[in-house]
């Protein structure tokens, strides 16, 4: 089985600075990995997803994210952030290999709050 | 456009009633979901279904039921047997082996 940590409830970051939010999982087996984003009262919306291939990974909205296969990480950055990416940030995990389709386990959320 | 409609959005209920929250895609997806969100909580896999006329058990299936009559719906029943109903409830779906789902828009159920 596999699971996913997020190891921030919260980021709190002013407009235009940096943002790193961590994932780290835990699978027995090779993984794909996705990061997810919702906003109040919404369903949730792919970032990005890391498949295979280089480890480097570009969503939209200037998201980008690094699988780390050595410390089972998929950390989630921007170089700027703004207003509007005041949201909550999902990481998920599903397992490489299953006959049929995967399910997702999810982390327990990251609230980014953008201030100006 | 093509996409997954949940209704209804916002749903109140006494203790005690069943619910049924519906979930339909146009997206002709094989395989759909359904999933529960807490305060803090992420998301967790209530039931899902990968073919018309059958359904898996997901982490938190006790007090719930779901129908796949058709390819388009997928309905999910709460029952009074559920001991904390009050909820977002989220319907996904999707055509990919890779886990990569598609949402909809939620349904929000509160017990009274």
């Known amino acids: 089985a596999q699971s996913v940590t997020q190891l921030d409830s919260q980021v709190p970051v002013f407009e235009e600075a940096p943002v790193e939010l961590r994932c780290n999982y835990s699978?027995?087996?090779?993984?794909?990995l996705f990061w997810y984003v919702q906003y109040p009262n919404q369903g949730l919306q792919l970032l990005l997803k890391?498949?295979?291939?280089?480890?480097l990974v570009k969503g939209i909205n200037g998201f980008e994210a690094e699988f780390n296969k050595s410390q089972t990480s998929f950390h989630l950055r921007k170089p700027s952030v703004h207003i509007s990416d005041t949201a909550e940030y999902f990481c998920?995990?599903?397992?490489?290999?299953?006959?049929?389709?995967?399910?997702?386990?999810f982390g327990k959320g990251t609230m980014l709050l953008v201030s100006p | 456009d093509g996409g997954i409609t949940q209704s209804p959005k916002y749903l109140f209920r006494k203790e005690g009633q069943n619910v049924t929250l519906s979930c339909e895609q146009n997206l002709n997806h094989d395989a759909m979901y359904w999933y529960r969100q807490d305060p803090g909580q992420g998301l967790r896999l209530i039931y899902y279904?990968?073919?018309?006329?059958?359904?898996q058990k997901g982490d938190i299936a006790e007090g719930y039921s779901v129908s796949r009559e058709k390819k388009e719906s997928f309905p999910l029943t709460v029952t009074s047997a559920q001991k904390n109903p009050t909820a977002f409830y989220l319907c996904?779906?999707?055509?990919?082996?890779?886990?990569?789902?598609?949402f909809g828009e939620g349904s929000r159920l509160t017990v009274l």
């Open positions: 279904s990968q073919i018309v006329n059958d359904f």
């Open positions: 998920a995990v599903s397992d490489i290999g299953n006959s049929g389709y995967s399910t997702l386990t």
């Open positions: 996904a779906s999707t055509i990919s082996n890779t886990g990569e789902l598609f």
């Open positions: 699978s027995s087996v090779s993984v794909y």
């Open positions: 890391y498949l295979s291939g280089s480890t």
